[in-house]
């Protein structure tokens, strides 16, 4: 038989690329989840090298390569939208119901912002400088969802304004 | 002094949006035949390829260490093979190391990825993102790029109107490029109409899903001088990476690029960067890339992106004639396109989109979620 | 807020996944749809003459492209049995399969020497069969074994379901 590359002899096999996985949170991640979890409060640690206070927390600073541990300091739950973009895609691993608000959150006293998602709101009236507030999840998650989600302080409009991007 | 090292030969298969009928293995194989075929090398510690170094990404390939399931192809069979995961840019600088380290004269780069494999290319960049923290709220690599678009735009003046440029230029260009294929040129208008993804990013503003494979043979210059009568030399160059959690970072700040410019620039001895390159391909994996990366790299004034596209910039500074990523490559192979398409700028080879007499190139990689990790490479001629 | 060290941790079971779809290429592709027809195809390296099997689109060593198909087995002489007491996940689909089992290389017939092909053993036969072996000139012959075919055929490796045993019973 000769070799003669043919694409009658090609075709596609559906698969999936599939392991399970048990991820350990860690003694700084799971002081931080836990602490949301059964106090509803929102954990940071404080690097003394560089003075930030740090969200997530870590075990070190990676500017200064500082130790982190037990610098713990308490933030938000209140914050400032520092920037978002509203995820309007489905996909497996996008929570749902999309459009989906990802906004950058500087929680007060915090230097670095949290990446979460913004709830309770028309997304396109979402601005950068709004005042938003953690509503915590009715029942104990392992993860940031810990934090169902963001909604804004105040009572917002419902109806769609300017954009604050140009163009 | 440390040895000069040369890029001797390049190949690269098509890239299409969907090579069903090709393994992985069988487009490598296409790219080290047509390196084989351009140089005359066989593989051997005596005067041939002394080493190979594949690029690839395990959950693009949906395989652990996914080159030890290619080894043959790459002819690193009994021989030295080393794997670059971080983007393939990143291979070249492996390459120069080890040449000039005296350990091997000549080198085999070579990389693929075939992205119309996974079901989608955002839930395989999801998964770059921590189990605690960032994948529970849905992030990838789109919705990384939307914050940091978004952060950028603003500061530069970049509206949708220069985005719609951008991606009009870039398809126009493809048509020029013939390793590109089925990918159709489109208006103003229609990207202007195309859905939004992450706000501000459009469909049309984001790198078309690719598949395909590309090579470079690089040696040491009295080798480089016996395998080609045009070599082009890696000059310098240089990495920065940025902190892993978004929030960390200053988004818009081009850190990470403006430090991985100037350890390049310094390394290749530029002093004055913004008349420097007579090409510059840069990995633009979403439309608002192009003008941010070309402040990062100092060749447009910091905050100057919008009014460097109305002035025709991209064309005047000669950016991305390939079509760059806009035009479909792969996301970890942006950056060894980019150096692929600067060397064929500069041994002449670039056909419709080549530049008349280029003499210095740069080229840019860049991966992680909103501009992580990048590389510079600056590429000369004799 | 420091406080003692005796703290919970907190672990997160999660199986990731993304669908795929493989392609076989022309050289993988003609060997699995071959399979389909009950036929196992080889591929021989135009330099050194060996067969592989599953075929690859390159002889390694010889560094050259493969260029002649050639079928063989179905039935083969077992040289090689892997009796395995711990499965890992399987990547496509994250379950872990039943133990023990045993991974085979069999010594095709139309092959010779190290041209073995792998695949599963009829788990009835584990502790039936016994290994081929050569060692200088002496000859131990291994088991006979046979393909048994799936009904329903898709042009995969699992169209066959495993090797089993192809000899009369032993004496008791």
């Known amino acids: 038989m000769e070799l003669t590359p043919d694409l009658r002899d090609c075709f596609t096999v559906p698969g999936k690329l599939a392991l399970p996985y048990t991820y350990f949170a860690g003694r700084i991640g799971s002081r931080f989840l836990l602490a949301l979890q059964e106090e509803h409060r929102i954990l940071g640690v404080r690097c003394a090298g560089c003075a930030t206070v740090l969200v997530p927390p870590r075990a070190t600073c990676d500017r200064c390569q500082a130790d982190l541990a037990d610098t713990w300091v308490e933030v938000g739950p209140a914050g400032r939208v520092e920037n978002f973009t509203v995820v309007r895609y489905a996909d497996r691993h996008v929570p749902e119901p999309v459009p989906l608000v990802l906004a950058l959150i500087r929680l007060d006293g915090a230097d670095t912002p949290l990446v979460h998602r913004l709830g309770g709101m028309d997304p396109e009236a979402v601005r950068v400088g709004l005042r938003v507030t953690a509503v915590f999840a009715a029942e104990p998650r392992d993860t940031l969802l810990c934090i169902d989600h963001f909604r804004p302080l105040a009572p917002q409009p419902s109806a769609a304004g300017p954009r604050p991007q140009g163009g | 002094m440390a040895r000069r090292v040369g890029i001797c030969a390049v190949a690269q298969t098509t890239w299409e949006r969907d090579k069903w009928s090709q393994r992985f293995q069988g487009m490598a194989l296409e790219v080290l035949e047509d390196l084989l075929a351009r140089t005359g090398l066989t593989f051997s510690e005596d005067g041939g390829i002394g080493m190979s170094i594949s690029v690839s990404d395990d959950i693009f390939d949906a395989r652990t260490i996914s080159d030890n399931a290619m080894t043959d192809v790459l002819g690193a069979h009994m021989g030295c093979e080393e794997k670059v995961a971080q983007e393939g840019l990143q291979a070249l600088y492996y390459g120069l190391a080890a040449i000039r380290s005296g350990h091997v004269d000549v080198v085999l780069v070579l990389g693929h990825c075939k992205e119309s494999q996974p079901a989608s290319r955002n839930q395989v960049t999801h998964m770059a993102f921590d189990p605690f923290y960032t994948r529970p709220v849905g992030l990838d690599f789109t919705a990384a790029a939307g914050l940091q678009a978004q952060a950028y735009a603003a500061r530069a003046g970049v509206g949708d109107r220069h985005l719609a440029q951008v991606v009009v230029r870039a398809r126009q260009l493809a048509t020029r490029n013939l390793k590109i294929t089925g990918l159709p040129v489109v208006t103003a208008a229609e990207v202007l109409a195309s859905p939004l993804l992450a706000d501000p990013l459009r469909e049309l503003h984001a790198y078309p899903v690719s598949d395909g494979a590309v090579g470079l043979i690089l040696a040491a210059e009295e080798r480089a001088r016996e395998i080609t009568d045009r070599p082009v030399w890696i000059a310098g160059v240089g990495n920065c990476m940025d902190s892993f959690f978004l929030g960390d970072r200053d988004l818009a700040s081009n850190f990470p690029l403006r430090q991985a410019a100037a350890r390049a620039y310094r390394r290749a001895g530029i002093d004055h960067p913004q008349n420097a390159f007579d090409v510059v391909e840069l990995s633009d994996q979403y439309a608002y890339q192009q003008p941010m990366w070309m402040e990062g790299l100092g060749l447009v004034p910091a905050g100057g992106g919008g009014a460097w596209i109305d002035a025709g910039g991209p064309e005047a500074a000669r950016v991305n004639l390939s079509g760059g990523m806009l035009a479909g490559n792969p996301l970890i192979l942006g950056g060894l396109v980019r150096a692929a398409e600067a060397a064929l700028q500069l041994r002449g080879e670039a056909g419709d989109h080549q530049v008349p007499g280029a003499r210095r190139a740069l080229a840019h990689g860049v991966m992680g979620p909103a501009g992580q990790f990048h590389t510079v490479a600056v590429l000369e001629r004799d | ?172």
């Open chain 3, 1 to 172: 807020m420091g406080g003692p060290m005796r703290q919970r941790l907190i672990t997160l079971r999660q199986t990731i996944a993304v669908g795929q779809r493989f392609a076989t290429g022309p050289v993988m592709g003609r060997f699995l749809m071959a399979l389909r027809e009950k036929t196992i195809l080889a591929i021989r390296c135009p330099s050194c003459g060996r067969l592989q099997s599953p075929p690859r689109e390159i002889c390694a060593p010889c560094r050259v492209r493969n260029t002649e198909w050639v079928e063989v087995g179905p039935g083969g002489e077992m040289r090689m049995l892997e009796y395995v007491y711990y499965a890992s996940p399987d990547p496509l689909s994250g379950e872990t399969r039943e133990t023990p089992y045993g991974a085979v290389g069999i010594l095709l017939d139309g092959c010779r020497d190290e041209e073995v092909f792998w695949h599963l053993l009829n788990p009835a036969d584990l502790d039936r069969v016994r290994m081929g072996i050569v060692i200088g000139d002496r000859v131990t012959r291994g088991s006979r074994l046979r393909p048994v075919w799936a009904d329903a055929r898709t042009g995969s490796i699992s169209d066959i379901r495993y090797f089993e045993l192809d000899e009369p019973p032993a004496p008791a």
